[in-house]
């Protein structure tokens, strides 16, 4: 696995989302009110929409665009919108924060 240091959990505001940009594209990290840190490809299933730019709530993000809601753990739009974004597996050592690359190009094969 290649993890890639992304920064530390206190650069997220909490319900909040930071871009980052990698050679496989911009990645959406995510913290949560708990404290949960989940990372999706920044790009909407709908129209591509920022979806770090969106609304967190528990662990689902509405995308600022046209308001569909994305899971954050499984990459999917909830309720009657179909579609999905790969999702990057993170790692957490006491708030040091690392992203697997290599999960984002299994899930893009
Ligand atoms: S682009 Fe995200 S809801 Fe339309």
């Known amino acids: 696995m290649n993890w890639i240091s992304i920064g530390d959990i206190s650069e997220i505001p909490l319900r909040g989302a930071r871009c980052v940009k990698t050679p496989q594209g911009k990645i959406a990290v995510f913290r949560t009110a708990e404290n949960e840190v989940f990372a999706i490809e920044d790009h909407c299933p709908h129209k591509g ?10 662990k689902a993000v509405t995308c600022p665009l046209h308001n ?6 499984t990459g999917k739009a909830l309720g009657a919108d179909e579609g999905e974004v790969p999702t990057i597996a ?12 290599e999960s984002l190009m299994m899930a893009a094969e």
């Open 90 to 101: 993170v790692r957490n050592d006491d708030g040091a924060l690392y992203i697997a690359l």
């Open 49 to 58: 929409g920022p979806l770090s730019q969106g609304i967190v709530h528990a």
């Open 68 to 73: 569909w809601v994305i899971s954050l753990e």
